[in-house]
């Protein structure tokens, strides 16, 4: 029997729609699914990885605050360690939210740039330095509309996602000549969620004429972009609905 270890997905960011649906995309691949979010959630998270590790899949927890420096370089450390190399990571931090630029304060703006572009750079930095000098691995960003237009009451989570896409450029740039794969996906569109289904009053009609993101589609691509040969690889990719207008 070999004793090599298992490879790991690292989600950052894995709640209960798009990230679990990451997570146990990746499981079913074979790599353990390294999931967390901020440890008040731990609970929840540790449910999740419970439901993929009775699929017959390995997950394990992490209660982590993506924002702190030293809880991200432990966390990747941890992994390294006592997991298996990290052959995929996902940062999958959403921060959505919206209020008008004069309402919006120097707290909100920076407490949405720590969550959805600063913490990114921390993942991407510290699992990019195992990936290379490996010379394999594949790292993704969730974006989202806001990545490529900002609109009213979206300045803080628009300036975010920006940001956060040009960090993906850079990696891209300076990672792919090592073996590593870096990818930013713009998700144009409401997914089906909870924030959503809150959100929308009519969540249910479009779930029923597919009109909302299935984060288990979405999932099925980032695992493709994963596999991808590198003579070929997708660097930024777009996911809406079949009706979303643009």
């Given amino acids: 029997m070999s004793d090599r270890k298992p490879t790991a997905c690292l989600v950052v960011g894995a709640g209960d729609d798009l990230g679990a649906a990451i997570a146990r995309a990746f499981a079913a691949e074979g790599h353990v699914a390294c999931i967390t979010r901020r440890a008040r959630h ?7 990885a419970a439901s993929i590790r009775d699929d017959g899949h390995q997950a394990r927890a992490f209660g982590v605050d993506a924002r702190e420096e030293d809880d991200t370089v432990a966390l990747v450390q941890t ?47 510290e699992v990019a330095k195992g990936m290379a000098q490996r010379g394999r691995g594949t790292i993704i960003f969730t974006g989202a509309t806001a990545s490529v237009r900002g ?9 975010a996602k920006h940001a956060l896409r040009a960090l993906a450029q850079s990696m891209a740039r300076e990672l792919g000549p090592k073996g590593v794969h870096v990818a930013h996906v713009v998700i144009d569109g409401p997914i089906d969620s909870n924030f959503i289904r809150e959100m929308l009053p009519d969540a249910d009609e479009r779930r029923a004429r597919d009109a909302l993101l299935a984060p288990a589609a979405i999932a099925e691509t980032y695992v493709w972009l994963a596999k991808q040969q590198r003579s070929a690889w997708t660097h930024e990719l777009d996911l809406r609905p079949w009706s979303e207008p643009w």
């Avoid at 731990?42 to 999740?48: I, P, Q, T, V």
């Fill in 42 to 48: 731990l609970d929840r998270l540790e449910a999740l």
């Fill in 79 to 125: 992994i390294e360690a006592e997991v298996g190399p990290i052959e995929a990571a996902v940062f999958n931090i959403g921060a959505n939210v919206r209020f008008g630029v004069e309402e919006t304060t120097s707290q909100v703006y920076r407490k949405v740039w720590e969550m959805a572009a600063y913490a990114g750079f921390l993942m991407g930095r």
């Fill in 151 to 159: 609109r009213d009451g979206f300045s803080a989570f628009a300036g």
